[in-house]
């Protein structure tokens, strides 16, 4: 694959970065994950909005112009004869020798990767996917929030308990905080709803504040709906009528089966055919919620509020191309 390096587009073997890149030694640098519409990047000043900021708190000096990066984002899809991609810009700090920094980061180095997005599987937002809680704990931020950084060991070790475990194929992992509540999946962010009113893990749980987690919470409120973010339970969370995970990838996807620690499995939500296709229903903000298709298939299915946000986060992302 191409990849463009500060700004060249080149085989990614030739795209090299100095072992005494902070990156590299400390961890010091940070990335963003998002996917094109029509070869166009969605959400994109606000990736770079959470990328400045969060270089600017750790001493990177790193600014670029939007339209530009649109521009070299363009060229590699080209170069990877890609009409739409899943895009990683990753910005490291650069060289500091070796030995703690005394001082800002004036050279850092941005990386753009390309790979072709994954398959698109209709039956995966229909019956939606298990999320198996772990037994991994979510770890603290490093700074007052978290930064999506290089550092990124806790994510790999859940993700290595997860692929350990007897979990389906496909499913995500679940992590709490050390004080025992929900946060965020290994890579994704989390929504459930009880009587109507959607519920997200809050900020200061530890979990990354993430772009399409925002985009579906401003939605869900101009759809009429009541967002809380706060401190839950995974007893909380057993109880919910539905759930879904966000991330820039997969949009929005149902979670149709719980699993806890021990492998045993919950359903969310009603069974296929039990009651869909019966018109409007009205939740308890009253926010009207769209009919739902008929199923196909046994089993449980995604619930009205997730296809609904689901439809409106799509549609979100034809008009920003």
Request: aromatic share 6%; hydrophobic share 40%.
């Amino acid at each position: 694959m191409k990849v463009a390096f500060n700004g060249d587009v080149m085989d990614a073997g030739q795209a090299v970065i100095s072992i005494y890149d902070h990156g590299f030694l400390y961890g010091l640098g940070l990335f963003e994950t998002f996917r094109t519409y029509g070869g166009r990047a969605y959400l994109l000043e606000r990736h770079l909005r959470r990328l400045e900021a969060g270089c600017a708190s750790l001493g990177i000096r790193y600014k670029t112009d939007q339209s530009t990066l649109e521009a070299s984002i363009a060229e590699l899809l080209h170069a990877n004869e890609l009409k739409d991609g899943y895009v990683r810009l990753t910005v490291t700090a650069g060289d500091g020798g070796l030995g703690l920094p005394m001082g800002d980061y004036e050279q850092p180095q941005e990386l753009i990767l390309m790979k072709p997005l994954p398959p698109y599987q209709a039956a995966l937002y229909e019956h939606g996917r298990e999320l198996r809680l772990l037994h991994t704990k979510r770890n603290t931020p490093e700074g007052e929030i978290r930064l999506k950084s290089l550092h990124y060991m806790n994510n790999i070790i859940a993700k290595r308990e997860l692929a350990a475990s007897n979990a389906s194929p496909g499913a995500e992992g679940l992590m709490l905080s050390g004080a025992g509540l929900l946060t965020e999946g290994i890579v994704s962010n989390l929504f459930f709803t009880q009587d109507g009113v959607i519920r997200t893990p809050a900020v200061d749980t530890g979990i990354l504040p993430g772009i399409t987690r925002e985009r579906v919470m401003e939605l869900a409120r101009a759809a009429g709906f009541q967002v809380e973010e706060g401190h839950y339970s995974w007893n909380q969370l057993l109880g919910a009528d539905e759930i879904w995970l966000t991330g820039s990838v997969q949009e929005l996807v149902p979670v149709t089966r719980l699993s806890g620690t021990d492998g045993t499995l919950v359903k969310v939500g009603k069974e296929a055919g039990a009651g869909s296709g019966v018109g409007y229903g009205k939740a308890r903000n009253g926010a009207m919620l769209e009919p739902e298709a008929e199923a196909g298939k046994a089993g449980t299915v995604a619930g009205p509020i997730t296809r609904q946000l689901l439809k409106a986060y799509r549609s979100d992302t034809m008009r920003s191309k």
